[in-house]
């Protein structure tokens, strides 16, 4: 839309149009209540993506001082818009009107779940009303506290249609928080789930609990041979009141502590990993291996082998590629700041390692010299990094590895248990 800016737009000057323009990611924020008296007092949290509603640019066009809060409900993930403008023009030249935001946020709804957006706050209120009556679906495996909170875990394998409505509003925040994201198709039995609740006790005298939604994890089981499963995360969230105090990581390590306890499931793996999980997972899985005999440090020194690979599947169901990483950065913990040979025989076998896609052996040259022509020979020949090159790529490579451990080796130092 930046041609736009530059536009006369019904008699405003091309200099203050701008005035009309928001930036989604600044002006668009999130509320979680219970009550609607809560509403003016809540936190806002802001999404880190909005493009999914309002286009790849993120900005929202025709409203000046424009606000737009979504107020979720705690549990049932029910959802009243609130949009705060001083001004809003009512036609652009060339045809282009203001934003129509309600259309806009429905649009990226679940088609049938069109009314868990509301448009009153009388609508809100009643749905609240009904949040204390909440029972989490599937079956709780686990429990645990943090800061003084009590969080239970429930996992739901089994598709039906009041859980898949519930579903689909959950997954509602993954368009605010988790790029490229998409709802499950429920349709699919190999879907599983997993949701992690704050349960507190209720205060208006009758017995039980109520809960608000910390976050959830939603894995889709893959074939492995012969007759195996390899369950692989699709999506993983938090809604961002939970987030930074450690319930990521009890969260993901009752779901590595379930899976390992199924004898049909091969390995756990993740889809295209965001840093921020990557992190998680590196954390959660070189905690749990610390613990194995296979990963103590003298065993470490002596280099990565399959006794480490098949304990550490055995007791965790890590995945081979996953285990090799989580070894190498256990290795580097396990180094002393000041021990040199140490650090360079680590830094030889990471790169031996990384060095692994650059390989080509004689058998592979000679494949390419009997299915080339002499200008293609010379085209292959002129691509081809030279030892110094390469040398230096591998080196960066390293670097960004180590960066990378020594975020998990912090975050360990700091926390050496999982709650």
């Not at 668009?28 to 309002?54: C, T």
């Not at 085209?379 to 081809?384: G, I």
Request: glycine share 4%; charged share 35%.
């Amino acid at each position: 839309f930046s041609s736009m800016v530059q536009m006369d737009i019904d008699g405003i000057p091309s200099s203050s149009s701008d005035e009309y323009i928001a930036d989604g990611l600044e002006c668009v924020s999130l509320k979680f209540v219970r009550d609607v008296d809560q509403i003016d007092n809540a936190q806002e949290y802001a999404p880190e993506y909005v493009y999914q509603h309002f286009g790849d640019n993120e900005n929202i066009v025709g409203y000046k001082n424009f606000s737009l809060t979504i107020v979720y409900s705690e549990v049932s993930m029910k959802c009243y818009p609130i949009i705060k403008y001083d001004k809003k023009w009512d036609e652009v030249k060339e045809g282009v009107k203001a934003d129509d935001i309600i259309t806009k946020l429905k649009d990226q709804l679940p088609e049938e779940q069109l009314d868990m957006q509301v448009e009153s706050v009388d609508e809100m209120r009643a749905i609240l009303a009904k949040e204390d009556t909440f029972k989490p679906y599937g079956e709780l495996i686990a429990k645990f506290s943090n800061g003084g909170k009590d969080y239970e875990i429930y996992k739901k394998e089994e598709s039906d249609p009041e859980f898949d409505r519930y579903l689909a509003r959950t997954q509602t925040l993954a368009l605010w928080y988790i790029h490229a994201s998409n709802y499950t198709d429920n349709s699919d039995d190999k879907w599983m789930h997993y949701f992690v609740y704050e349960a507190r006790l209720r205060t208006d005298g009758v017995n039980g609990q109520i809960y608000a939604l910390a976050g959830y994890c939603s894995l889709y089981r893959y074939y492995g041979y012969p007759e195996k499963i390899r369950p692989r995360i699709a999506q993983i969230l938090l809604l961002p009141q939970y987030r930074a105090c450690g319930i990521g990581g009890s969260f993901l390590n009752r779901i590595y502590l379930d899976l390992a306890t199924r004898k049909e499931v091969l390995d756990v793996t993740a889809e295209d990993p965001a840093d921020g999980f990557l992190y998680l997972r590196d954390y959660v899985e070189a905690t749990n291996l610390s613990t194995l005999p296979q990963f103590a440090p003298e065993k470490l020194n002596e280099g990565f082998n399959e006794e480490m690979y098949t304990a550490a599947n055995k007791a965790f169901k890590t995945n081979k590629r996953q285990c090799r990483r989580i070894y190498e950065i256990l290795r580097l913990r396990s180094i002393g700041k000041k021990d040199e040979e140490g650090l360079k025989k680590f830094r030889l076998d990471v790169k031996k390692r990384l060095d692994i896609p650059f390989r080509r052996t004689d058998k592979d040259w000679k494949k390419i010299n009997a299915a080339l022509d002499d200008e293609e020979k010379n085209q292959v020949a002129a691509t081809t990094q030279s030892t110094e090159e390469k040398m230096k790529q591998l080196q960066q490579m390293y670097e960004a590895e180590v960066e990378e451990y020594k975020k998990t080796i912090e975050r360990m130092d700091k926390y050496p248990k999982i709650v």
